[in-house]
């Protein structure tokens, strides 16, 4: 029978810029880890994580399965994947704002039909208008959201938003803020459950200087 | 060989097949824990596999409703098939029953059938097995449903960490119904941000803090009874001794040296909007949810007509099986012979006499 309190606890990461602050943050907190060369597993120096690599919109579906059960994620990425995860830690970092942006000049028009709006973010534009009571047709987009009014596939686009430079370079401009995004450190409900302790001990030594001072 | 239709090469979302050595296996498990049960004085009952919504429309909320599946019958009224054997057997219960036949003890094994996702598929909630004790109030009757699945799980050989907890605790603290809903959804996800501030409109700084604090709990109870003396103030007297029973409910259980490790965990707060008391989960490593979930609600079956006090448990016994590999059910002799013999007259006894001794004979 394994032992899992010497296990080391699991956590998904996603490619990119976010993984380069929780290195930074967790090598300010002891716990720092690097991956060798295009390895995509790691170990913290003192063993307490077995850390891993995913694609940002794979990691809820990690978490979820249980593969890894703690994560690091975006509320507009848990928005999407729609999973049940506890919420442990808000990052200080990483934060941006989900919004609805259309031509310079633009309102927001919805008294005579529905809104058609282009979206990665399809759950979230559905549900969030939904709540307002107003429709919506929403046109799923992979990237390159800012094309849509600019072509003239749809006269919205929701996307996220954190300088607004590649907005105004397209002529366009944020219409309303919708939500705060922020950063979170996630878990699988049951993987909490079980290795409590040793979460709540790691929470506990995060101290995030943008949050916790 | 021709190319299969895709209908022909999948199952429906929220249904399975299982097969010859699982499916064994499988039986083997039911079979042994049905007759744990019925060792305990459980009797069997069977449910339909639809009923009418409108029966259980109130009852149903957040994810129980959105997996079900609705159908319509010949004369146009709403059906849903099966998808938690505890609301239909309330139903059941709440019609059959009398005061003179209290109390009741039954247990069900049986398929439900939710709704999963195509991308999800790790759940397993194919086959629910489980008890439920009508009439029995308080400790006897939570006592004995804890002990009984502290056997069942037992029965698994598998490590467990029960989680035990109290709905009836926050509805004593938390009065309004519009902040507990809120509450009930930050707690869901252990937002503790999103805790702070809705316990702050409602409560002082002191109280608050307090409360994040006491609803994040997990621990055992002389922890718990350290959290309390900090709290004395904070929790209305009615509270207090709820907590004060949970703490009195772990200390029977662990005098009767449970397999399992029990935790005393104030998150645990049932996610029917039907539970009155007690609420627990058992966790399983190597599980992604709860395998067992269960509790007490008291007044349930008065929503179909008659008042009883009830707790139980339901476990979904396919997730477990996935683990028992690890365990002693791996030990499934399936290594038949061939009876041997010159004449059919031969073969057939030959077989019938190896059967008698316990072995596994084909023709």
Redesign the interface.
């Known amino acids: 029978m394994k032992n899992i309190e010497k296990e080391p606890l699991t956590l998904a990461l996603p490619k990119g810029r976010l993984t380069e602050q929780v290195k930074e943050l967790f090598e300010e907190n002891g716990m720092g880890f690097s991956f060798e060369n295009r390895k995509l597993v790691a170990h913290d120096k003192q063993g307490l994580l077995k850390i891993y690599l995913v694609k940002n919109s794979d990691l809820p579906t990690y978490i979820n399965h249980g593969i890894a059960g703690l994560g690091v994620c975006g509320d507009d990425v848990l928005f999407e994947a729609g999973y049940p995860f506890y919420k442990l830690k808000t990052f200080s970092f990483g934060g941006t704002a989900m919004c609805i942006a259309g031509h310079k000049g633009d309102v927001l028009e919805y008294t005579d039909k529905e809104l058609k709006i282009a979206s990665k973010f399809t759950n979230f534009t559905r549900d969030y208008f939904s709540k307002m009571g107003i429709p919506v047709e929403v046109i799923k987009l992979n990237g390159s959201v800012e094309l849509a009014p600019v072509l003239g596939l749809t006269r919205y686009i929701v996307d996220l938003v954190e300088t607004g430079n590649t907005l105004k370079a397209n002529n366009l401009e944020v219409i309303e803020k919708l939500a705060d995004i922020n950063v979170h450190l996630i878990a699988n409900p049951a993987y909490y459950k079980i290795h409590y302790k040793r979460i709540n001990e790691m929470v506990d030594r995060i101290k995030d200087g943008g949050k916790d001072e | 060989m021709p190319l299969k239709s895709e209908k022909i090469l999948n199952l429906p979302q929220g249904t399975e097949v299982i097969h010859l050595e699982e499916a064994l296996q499988h039986r083997t498990l039911t079979r042994t824990l049905n007759d744990l049960y019925t060792s305990w004085g459980y009797l069997p009952v069977k449910t339909p596999v639809f009923d009418f919504y409108d029966n259980y429309r109130q009852l149903l909320t957040g994810?129980g409703k959105d997996n079900i599946y609705r159908l319509m019958d010949r004369d146009g009224d709403l059906l849903m098939l099966r998808s938690d054997i505890t609301l239909f057997l309330a139903r059941q219960m709440g019609l059959l029953l009398g005061e003179t036949e209290l109390p009741t003890r039954v247990c069900y094994s049986d398929i439900i059938l939710r709704h999963q996702h195509r991308?999800?598929i790790?759940k397993n909630e194919f086959f629910q097995t489980g008890v439920e004790l009508i009439g029995s109030d308080g400790l006897e009757g939570d006592m004995e449903i804890l002990l009984l699945l502290n056997k069942t799980m037992s029965k698994l050989e598998l490590?467990y960490?029960l989680?035990l907890g109290s709905r009836n605790l926050f509805n004593l603290i938390i009065e309004e119904k519009n902040r507990s809903i809120k509450l009930i959804e930050a707690l869901?996800?252990?937002?503790?941000?999103s805790l702070r501030s809705e316990f702050s409109v409602l409560f002082t700084p002191e109280k608050s803090a307090f409360l994040c604090t006491f609803f994040q709990f997990?621990g055992n109870a002389t922890e718990m009874k350290t959290l309390l003396t900090r709290g004395k103030d904070f929790l209305p007297v009615e509270a207090l001794k709820e907590a004060e029973y949970l703490i009195k409910l772990s200390e029977e259980l662990n005098s009767t040296g449970i397999k399992g490790e029990l935790r005393l965990?104030l998150s645990e707060i049932g996610s029917q909007p039907y539970h009155t008391g007690i609420v627990f989960?058992a966790?399983?490593?190597?599980?992604?949810?709860?395998v067992a979930f269960g509790g007490r609600y008291n007044d349930l079956l008065a929503h179909f007509g008659f008042d009883a006090p009830s707790v139980g448990f339901s476990i979904l016994l396919r997730k477990v099986e996935a683990l028992l590999k690890k365990s002693s059910f791996e030990e499934l002799e399936l290594k038949p012979v061939k009876a041997e013999g010159c004449s059919w007259k031969e073969r057939f006894e030959n077989a019938e006499k190896l059967r008698k001794e316990g072995r596994i004979v084909t023709l």
């Open positions: 994810k991308e999800d790790s490590p960490y989680h869901s996800e252990r937002d503790i941000e997990i965990d989960q966790y399983m490593d190597g599980l992604d949810s709860a």
